[in-house]
């Protein structure tokens, strides 16, 4: 019933559920779950990549498989696991019970030990072995090494997982996989051609907005337009790092938890403020007290 | 905007959306059968009257990076709106608003773009040679990839060129780092089983290994100290290797950067500043303070008291960018590698110049260092410097 959703409905309905996607975005989530297609996003930190996994879950009411990446990630935390331990309980097991009756012979043993019981399921083989399709998000998928890359590759384009002592898992059901990066280095070609694509780019004013007045109903409408144009011209001063849209709404959230109804009003408390949206110390020192009212005054 | 091309005024869909990934392949977007195959599957899950809906259906399955992302909207246009059949190529678009020269440089590298879109690598080594001929200076050897890669430094002013010295500098200095030492120690995210603290640990479990323990060969990164030479002689070339100095030195506390010509001042934190540009025009500025000829003999004997004793040692490499035309006698050049050796460093002179045709190491400054180098290679195209990777890893 997903399947026959067009993209239009389906950027309504995670507007729904508080997402607001870009028509491209969209396109490319609908044809990600009509092809059967991982979908690769890219963008800025704090763009919105790792919410639309969540969102997407939301909305096909599935379970949503998340796998952190991080340098050093392997197999074995990420694909699966031999449970060891219990392997060799089993096979001292065996042969106090076979002592007294029989000899069991070396493939029953080897069959036993290397079956289902024994294997510690990670996120990846947990993803392909559901009964439901969940939604599989693998974050930050720049990084982890190359070599994992590799191994992404059999679970990307055929949803099966390779194990040398049981053969092939082939997938129950498909995952909607959505792999994030943020581009802190570059992904190999073998990856990035069996996904599909999608950049992820900062939200103009009106999106951002919409945003806004999505995740706070109550804001002020003064304070959120705002909220969003300084925002918006803070991100085209020259920062280190600029603010993201969660950036944005936790300053949001902040101003409207102490009161404020006008960010012009008071320049010490609204510098102050400031902690939310810029993270770090060069950063700072870029926008003083002048820049800040400079920028909330440009738009009021 | 008229849409008589658009695919359901077209008969034969099929053929059209074939002609329109040859189309993308040629502008340098990687496309195959599989986003073909894909693209027509897609058509039928969207209104293929709406060419919005199109756009971004080939969009999502064709493009697959940033600079493609950017670029698709053009080429898009340009196949099925009407927009004739005229080529697009990011360089070409961000480099026309320069100046006189920085044209010329983006017509040659479009002219280049083209021809290796027609598939034929040869045509484009050609058209390279052409290039070298029409300035008058030596042929460049080894342009296999794309254009740029293979365009003399001294033409390359633009940002995206430096951005590109910058990342083949990245990606070296990160293959010379990841260095393993050959002995093991114990870790808790070990590839390899510790089998002599596993065979202890299950002894007091009656035998039996109930617990692994993993051990892995620790990292010995080794520490790169470049010095460059900003003298006149090279000055053309000092822009982009100031680029490639600032990747190798990038977020690495242990590399270290200097600059010479007559004297010798350490740039590491200047380099460390996020903003390339920034950082090129502060150092620019530095360097214009000095002018001159080179004492690059001079120079290494003032890196060799000052700074060596703190940061050289047996785990470092130390590459010297310079083309070996020094006012000082050769002798001193000689002396201070020499001094410079035996802290058990390696050292590597990359030369612009070497990388012209029927370049010898005339500059008795170059004769009088060859014995101490452990490599002296070519660096006057981003071609030659990334073909370094196998040696430096080998150091």
């Given amino acids: 019933m997903q399947d026959t959703m067009s993209w239009q409905s389906l950027q309504c309905e995670l507007e729904r559920l508080a997402y607001v996607a870009s028509d491209e975005l969209a396109m490319a989530l609908h044809l990600s779950m009509t092809l059967g297609r991982p979908l690769l996003l890219e963008g800025a930190a704090g763009v919105g990549k790792t919410e639309i996994a969540k969102a997407l879950s939301q909305l096909q009411d599935s379970k949503l498989i998340r796998l952190q990446c991080y340098e050093g990630l392997d197999a074995s935390t990420a694909i699966y696991e031999w449970n060891y331990q219990r392997q060799l309980l089993s096979i001292r097991a065996s042969h106090e019970v076979a002592s007294c009756d029989r000899d069991l012979s070396i493939d029953e043993v080897d069959a036993h030990i290397f079956s289902d019981k024994y294997l510690l399921k990670r996120p990846l083989l947990e993803a392909i072995t559901q009964d439901e399709p969940p939604v599989l998000l693998i974050d930050e998928v720049d990084r982890a090494d190359e070599e994992f890359e590799a191994y992404l590759l059999e679970l990307l384009s055929d949803f099966q997982i390779s194990i040398p002592e049981m053969g092939t898992i082939q997938a129950t059901s498909k995952p909607l996989v959505i792999l994030t990066s943020n581009g802190t280095r570059d992904l190999s070609d073998a990856l990035r051609r069996r996904c599909l694509y999608s950049y992820v780019d900062y939200p103009d004013k009106a999106t951002e907005m919409a945003i806004l007045h999505k995740r706070d109903p109550d804001i002020d409408s003064r304070l959120a337009t705002q909220i969003v144009g300084f925002v918006q011209a803070l991100r085209k001063e020259d920062l280190e790092k600029k603010p993201g849209v969660a950036e944005m709404l936790d300053w949001a959230a902040a101003l409207s938890g102490m009161g404020i109804v006008d960010i012009t009003d008071d320049p010490t408390i609204m510098q102050s403020t400031l902690v939310c949206l810029l993270k770090t110390q060069a950063d700072k020192a870029q926008i003083p007290v002048e820049v800040t009212q400079r920028l909330a005054g440009s738009f009021v | ?395």
């Fill in chain 2, 1 to 395: 905007m008229k849409t008589t091309k658009f695919i359901h005024s077209a008969d034969g869909s099929s053929e059209r959306m074939q002609g329109f990934m040859a189309h993308l392949r040629a502008n340098g977007l990687r496309v195959g059968p599989d986003e073909f195959r894909y693209s027509m599957k897609a058509l039928e899950t969207i209104d293929v009257l709406s060419p919005h809906d199109v756009r971004l259906a080939c969009k999502a399955i064709c493009a697959s990076k940033a600079h493609g992302y950017t670029q698709f909207d053009d080429l898009f246009d340009a196949y099925w709106m009407n927009g004739g059949y005229e080529k697009f190529s990011v360089q070409q678009n961000s480099n026309q608003a320069g100046s006189d020269t920085r044209k010329s440089f983006s017509q040659e590298v479009s002219d280049a773009d083209t021809s290796n879109g027609s598939g034929d690598p040869d045509e484009a080594d050609d058209e390279s040679e052409g290039e070298s001929a029409q300035h008058g200076e030596g042929k460049l050897t080894g342009s296999r990839i794309r254009n740029i890669e293979g365009v003399d430094l001294r033409q390359m002013m633009t940002p995206e060129a430096l951005a590109r010295a910058e990342q083949v500098a990245r990606k070296l200095a990160a293959s010379m780092r990841d260095r393993r030492s050959r002995r093991r120690r114990a870790s808790q995210r070990g590839h390899t089983l510790n089998m002599r603290k596993i065979m202890r640990a299950s002894i007091a479990t009656g035998g039996d290994p109930i617990h692994l323990f993993k051990q892995r060969r620790p990292e010995r990164p080794v520490n790169v100290l470049a010095l460059l030479d900003v003298s006149g002689s090279m000055m053309v070339y000092s822009r982009v290797f100031l680029a490639f100095l600032k990747g190798l030195v990038s977020n690495e506390q242990r590399t270290e950067a200097y600059l010479f010509h007559t004297s010798l001042i350490q740039v590491s934190d200047v380099m460390r500043d996020s903003d390339t540009l920034r950082a090129i025009n502060r150092l620019s500025l530095i360097a214009q303070g000095f002018g001159g000829g080179t004492r690059i003999g001079a120079s290494l004997n003032l890196f060799n008291q000052q700074y060596a004793a703190k940061s050289v040692n047996g785990r470092s490499v130390v590459i010297i960018f310079s083309d070996g035309y020094d006012t000082d006698p050769p002798e001193l050049i000689a002396k201070a590698l020499k001094r410079l050796k035996k802290r058990g460093c390696r050292i590597i002179w990359l030369n612009p110049l070497k990388g012209w045709k029927d370049y010898a190491p005339v500059a008795q400054g170059m004769a009088a260092a060859l014995p101490y180098l452990d490599l002296f290679a070519a660096a006057n195209t981003l071609d030659s410097l990334a073909a370094l990777k196998p040696h430096l890893v080998k150091l």
